[in-house]
């Protein structure tokens, strides 16, 4: 382990927090993923909204091809046969990747409310005009920050040195950013947000499906109101999450050189693995403790 | 141009094994799709084959650089690959869970089952109405993190072979990729999208998954071993 290594690594983690958080928030401004299935409820059980509604795919695949195509991209630019500066090459390819993404975003926000017009439901296009913009934006931080990331992960004039070519680990890391993302943040707009009418503390009943919320504190509720109640949790904890990832996965064959100290990386990952099995349990114990047991719960079975 | 002989049999039986490990770690990772985003069900709020996919590829970026350094090593090299998925999926659960717990406000809960087969804590009285179940309790967190030691020890084994027949890095990851991914959504139509983990009465579904996987697998191990192998 050299110093230049260890601090690479803390940019890759800084790198994957911030590629975290965009990537939430630009799935929350967009409603794509998981809680996009209530968006596409609610006007069909009679509440017609302003809400940006983009269902382009689950957001795995949508990221790893946005990563993959900024990636891919700047590796062309950097090549030989134009030779421009990596920051610049990953600049102009995170930028077609957000081009993409809007392009995808726009067609998908028509398409869908277009065929929901039996519903009474718009399509509105200020709020195209100003949340594909702002979709964009995050699109663009995140793919910069993820082949970033993969580019530290394999410059040849940089210590870590990753065998894969840069638009295979940036496809790689780009899915993996959307599992994470679609898996933590979106619950806190998905479950919380969008149902902010229902009292704290209770996932959505069944029975209240696309009942979401329409208003806002002033005027009628926009996708970028949820980006910023979700930009109070949801983003930061998926940036947290995917630098958790980025960070512990690279840390250990740091800190352990794969090539003779391997198996202590392995060890050190397994312990690690097990810290966040004990940290689970102990969340779960106060999760229970903090809320107690439902007082609708009328079974047999005592808490 | 190479022979099929009895060293390409042996790639494509890991192949194979790799390939039945994905199809088999699909079922042990806890994922409600859609209702768990609402909290709404237990399990990870996304879907099978996207989870099981983001831990199982983390660990080939880990197996990957584990096979840079030690090309021979093949138990250490896909032992990485199960700790980069484990390290993945156990974040990504417990991250999953701070938002379960302190952004709406519910505790990790079963649905399938009254009592949590490993710690005996009782469910119900903690699932909130008109839901069956939210986040990511003990015996599913557990479970998760077998599948993604599954996941990562699958992908990678199935890297390796690739690697041993071709040795370039970029098509072997990119095949594996795609072995991967069949597998994973094999198993995921097996399980209709949603499963609790282990404890959940649809893992009994497990054998049909191994038959299809088995069969998949084969022939697209045997095809992927001659293109790489260059026949």
Redesign the interface.
Known sequence: MDMVSMGLLAAMGALATIAGTSEDLESDVGSQ???N??VQLAAQVGHTHRIYNKAIS????SNALYAALAAVTASVLMSDVYGMNAFFSIAVGALVAAVFNGILSMTSYMGRNASQARFDQYIYLDVLRSHTTTIMAHAYITAFCVVAISYIMTAPWLPI?????LP??A???G??L???G???????Y???R??QQYP?????????SGDIVTKGEAGLRSSIDNAWFCAK??GP??G??FG??VF??NW??TVFD??TQ??Y??LI??L??IL??I???L??I???K??G??P??A?E??? | MSTFDATTLVYVFQIIIGGLLVGVGVHFVPVGGAPAAMAQATGVGTGTVQLATGSGLTGLISAGLMMSVAPDNMLLIVMSGAVGAMIMINVTMLVGNWSYVYAVGVPPVSGKVDYDPITKDPQPPYIAPGTVGHGVPTVSYVSGTIGGLMGGAGGSLIYYALMNINGISGLSAFFAIGIFVVNAVIASYNIQGTIEGFHDPKFKRLPKAIQSCFVATLIIGIFAVLIHGGV
Do not use: C
């Open positions: 993923s998981n809680p299935s209530q689950g957001e795995p695949p040195q990753h065998p894969f070519p295979v680990i496809f790689i890391w899915l993996a959307g599992a994470i679609s898996s933590t943040g979106d619950v806190h998905g479950a919380e969008q149902f704290f503390g209770a996932g959505l009943n069944a029975a209240n949790f949801g904890v998926t947290l999450a958790l990832i512990l996965d250990r064959t794969p090539a391997g198996w990386a392995v990952g397994i690690i693995v966040l099995n940290g689970n349990r969340l779960e106060r999760a229970k903090m809320y047991p439902y609708e719960y079974g079975i005592k808490a």
